[in-house]
């Protein structure tokens, strides 16, 4: 049981992280176009964990609380993708 504990623990905290990580890059400015296509692949990378992750979890028969973090997880991760590509 302990295992299954800690690899709960390692599914939600990458969900609820990847989206704020992904939110953080965006703020840093970059001028070499080769970093920027880094940066955009990243962001890119950790938003579809986090969406997919709680889009998994969402859709599990699990607790209101569960669901409501998932749904935050989600809509940090697409703020992100929106930051990103849909900057001026």
């Not at 970093?35 to 607790?63: D, Q, T």
Request: aromatic letters at 6%; a positive charge; glycine letters at 6%.
């Amino acid at each position: 049981m302990h295992s299954l504990a800690v690899l709960v623990a390692i599914i939600f905290l990458t969900m609820l992280l990847a989206g704020p990580i992904a939110v953080a890059l965006t703020f840093i400015r970059i001028q070499k176009p080769v970093l920027k296509v880094i940066r955009r692949i990243a962001v890119c990378l950790l938003s579809a964990v986090g969406i997919f992750l709680g889009v998994v979890l969402l859709l599990e028969g699990v607790a209101t609380g569960a669901k409501l973090f998932s749904l935050a997880a989600i809509a940090v991760a697409a703020y992100a993708l929106k930051r990103e590509f849909l900057r001026k």
